[in-house]
Structure formats: structure tokens, C-alpha cells
């Protein structure tokens, strides 16, 4: 699969409609009965967060009610999925709720305005939750803008990381690589340059700017590995051959780039360092 769809037809409910009594009123709802997201924005929750915000409960009382929607007999989250974990650490049997009558879109719509305004929701949950609306209930890319009230490009950054490579990923869900990042890394064809790459951008801060341009010189390189110019007939000059995207700077060697480290270095000692090789490569 590529981008998202502008356009898709007969899109499924996000959760069965009911004819609901007693909505957009506020009430106390046992927790038994509270079904947790189908598609939680967060795909992880941090356990420690989880204790916090219990504390603040206990302490504070619950300030802001949960958003839930009837479900037949049952209520599903819209809102406050963490603050409904809270009070289950808590061994609380109810819990104060809002409930709502509410379409798939704007459950989704609610579900966005909570979550993507704060700043811990990660890149790659975003993602998975984007992916999710897509596959499962077939929000097109207009769906998703109205919902996220984010742009294309915003909206397949993060969900073509699903799509992308696993490794790049993983450091996004990890924090330790971001969007803009990633999405350079995910444009290159070969597997080993991606992977040389990523670890210049995790370990050694590789900058955007950086990556994009060493990605593209590794897309013209091709994805087969560099072959050496065939030996000319006598009498005829050597064909040109185009340099390799990336070589080792002392001895030139170009395929195995997965063996390749980056190296900060100033310019003129470089060519000293050259200088002193070439000079014991030769003595």
C-alpha cells in the first residue's frame, strides 16, 4: 500500500450506532461496564503515568469526566481512555462519565482533539492509529484531515512509517529518531545504506538535511551492488564510471557500506590524515 486514499466508499462505523437514552448527560457508570477504545491513539501507556494521574485522582478528585458512547448495553471510551485506567488501578467501581451520542466521525474527531495537541503522543502510535482508521474502517484522506485537522504530507509521514522499514520504526517509537528523519530514510532503496544511515542519525545526529541529500546519491547509485569498470580493449580509452554514493576515505572501498562509521573531523587535519596514509601505504 502507498499514501492514503483521497476518496474511499462504504466506510464501516467506527462503533455500532444504537439509539442511546439519556445521552450528553453526565452520570456515574460502573467501570465493569466500560469497554477501553477500539483504536486507542496510544498503542503503549506508560505505567508510571498511569500511577501519576491515579495520584492526582485520589487527591484531586476526577476534574474532567470520562467521554464514553452507549454500545448496546455496554459504554466504550472516547475520551479519558488514561483516566479510566487511573481509577481501575484505584479498584474504583464507578466513575463519572459523560455520555454522548456520537458518529464514527466524530468519535474519532473527539479522540483527536484530546490526544494529538499533547506533546508525549508518539509518531509512531499516530501512525498505527492512522493506519488503523484506513484498513479496518476505510477513512479516506479527507476523512483523516477533518478528523486530525492536519495536512496530507502531516497526516503520510506518519502513515507510511507503518509501511516503512521496521528499524526506523522502532527508533521512532523509541524517541530516539523523529518524523522528519524518518521519512528521508524511508525514501532510500537499499537496505544496507538505510540501515548505515540510520545509525549515523541515532548515534551520531545526522541532520535532515544531510540524510536527504545522502539518500539521494544512494537512489542514483542504484539498488545492486557498485560493479567494477570492465577492462577497455587496447587502443581504447577507460569508460567513466560514476563515483560511489559512499566510500571509505582512506581506502576507497565502497561494498560494505554497513561497515562504515561516521566520523566528525576537520577539514584540513582530513588531509593530513590522508597525507600520513598515502605516505606508509607507500613506504
Known amino acids: 500500500m502507498g499514501k492514503v486514499e483521497q476518496t474511499t466508499r462504504g466506510r464501516k462505523p467506527a462503533i455500532p450506532r444504537t439509539q442511546p437514552v439519556g445521552t450528553n448527560v453526565t452520570s456515574m457508570i460502573p467501570i465493569d461496564l466500560i469497554d477501553e477504545p477500539q483504536n486507542a491513539m496510544r498503542a503503549e501507556i506508560s505505567e508510571e503515568y498511569i500511577r501519576e494521574l491515579a495520584d492526582s485522582i485520589s487527591e484531586n478528585g476526577l476534574l474532567n469526566p ?29 466513575v463519572e462519565c459523560k455520555v454522548l451520542d456520537c458518529d464514527a466521525m466524530q468519535v474519532e474527531t473527539l479522540k483527536c482533539a484530546e490526544n494529538l495537541q499533547r506533546a508525549d503522543v508518539n509518531d509512531g502510535d499516530i501512525g498505527f492509529y492512522l493506519h488503523g482508521l484506513v484498513k479496518d474502517q476505510g477513512f479516506s484522506m479527507d476523512d483523516l484531515k477533518r478528523i486530525t485537522r492536519k495536512s496530507e504530507a502531516w497526516i503520510n509521514d506518519r502513515y507510511l512509517l507503518i509501511e516503512g522499514d521496521g528499524n526506523v520504526l522502532a527508533a521512532v517509537r523509541a524517541g530516539r529518531l523523529g518524523i522528519g528523519h524518518a521519512r528521508e530514510l524511508n525514501r532510500c532503496k537499499s537496505d544496507d545504506y538505510r540501515r548505515l544511515f540510520l545509525e549515523q542519525a541515532v548515534e551520531f ?12 546519491n544512494a537512489n542514483m547509485q542504484g539498488d545492486g551492488p557498485v560493479q567494477a569498470a ?13 563515483p560511489p554514493a559512499m566510500a571509505c576515505v582512506l581506502c576507497g572501498g565502497h561494498l560494505d557500506t554497513w561497515n562504515l562509521q561516521m566520523v566528525w573531523i576537520h577539514k584540513h587535519e582530513l588531509v593530513q590524515l590522508l597525507q600520513a596514509y598515502q605516505s606508509a601505504a607507500q613506504a
Do not use: F, W
Open 230 to 242: 570492465p577492462m577497455p580493449a587496447p587502443g581504447e580509452p577507460a569508460q567513466d564510471v560514476a
Open 66 to 94: 470520562i467521554a464514553v458512547i452507549p454500545n448496546g448495553k455496554r459504554y466504550t471510551v472516547v475520551a479519558g481512555h488514561c483516566r479510566l485506567l487511573a481509577h481501575k488501578s484505584l479498584a474504583r467501581q464507578v
Open 205 to 216: 545526529g545526522a541532520t535532515i538535511p544531510y540524510l536527504r541529500q545522502s539518500v539521494n
